[in-house]
């Protein structure tokens, strides 16, 4: 089993609409939690951490859920510059790296 | 401030053949990685430096080695290309440690080997 497993989608979109994401992390140890976004041939960027008490940044949403091991990424009012692949990264069992999920393709049409 | 830059942006090579991918940073950050991304799979961690002069191996680590000379630079070698090394290579660094609970790590563009 993977350590941090993605639906590869992709998710396919209309401007406007509200998309989530989830993903599956195996290490109940994990501490840290991050979704880094990546657009096409580019460098993974940081989106947002993600926190036990879940956070908000605009029309992003991160949630955290420890119990069922899994953390989730709602986008509001899809723009289609939000098109790119989200990358889903937990720190490791002994938090001395980051394992990034192989990332979901979201699709943004007009 | 240019960040995280690394060269070569493209290479080929032929199987045998050895060269070595250079990143450097000019934020000052204590910590540095090295990754190859493929098709289908996440970034795979190939070896890591948590400062100038030390080295670490990460999650795949064969046929790679790495060295750390100058705090901002951080050179990843392949000795013996082979085919398995066809990859996209990230350099990205941090100042705070992996386990830190706001690790942000910044990527440099990356380099697109094929081994032929």
């Known amino acids: 089993r993977k350590e941090v497993e993605q639906d590869p989608g992709p998710f396919n979109v209309p401007e406007g609409a509200t998309v989530a994401f989830n993903c599956t992390y195996s290490n109940s140890a994990s501490q840290s939690f991050f979704w880094y976004r990546q657009d096409c041939r580019k460098e993974p960027k940081l989106l947002m951490s993600?926190?036990?008490s879940g956070n908000e940044d605009g029309r992003f949403t991160a949630q955290l859920n420890r119990a069922s091991q899994y953390i989730s990424l709602l986008i509001r009012d899809s723009k289609l510059s939000d098109s790119a692949t989200y990358l889903c990264?937990?720190?490791?069992?002994?938090?001395?790296?980051?394992?990034f999920g192989a990332g979901t393709i979201l699709r943004v049409k007009s | 401030n240019a960040g995280v830059t690394q060269t070569p942006k493209f290479r080929v090579l032929k199987t045998g053949q050895s060269m070595t991918l250079l990143c450097a940073q000019d934020?000052?950050?204590?910590?540095m990685y090295w990754y190859r991304q493929d098709p289908g799979m996440g970034l795979r961690l190939i070896h890591y430096?948590?400062?100038?002069?030390?080295?670490a191996k990460g999650e795949v680590p064969d046929g790679y080695n790495v060295s750390r000379l100058k705090k901002q630079n951080f050179l990843l070698g392949l000795e013996s290309a082979a085919p398995s090394q066809t990859s996209v290579y990230f350099c990205?660094?941090?100042?705070?440690?992996?386990?830190?609970?706001?690790?942000?790590?910044?990527f440099g563009p990356g380099t697109r080997l094929t081994v032929l």
């Open positions: 990205a660094s941090s100042v705070t440690p992996p386990g830190d609970s706001y690790n942000e790590q910044f």
């Open positions: 934020m000052n950050h204590e910590y």
């Open positions: 993600v926190y036990s």
């Open positions: 430096s948590v400062g100038e002069g030390t080295t």
């Open positions: 990264v937990v720190n490791s069992a002994g938090g001395n790296k980051l394992v």
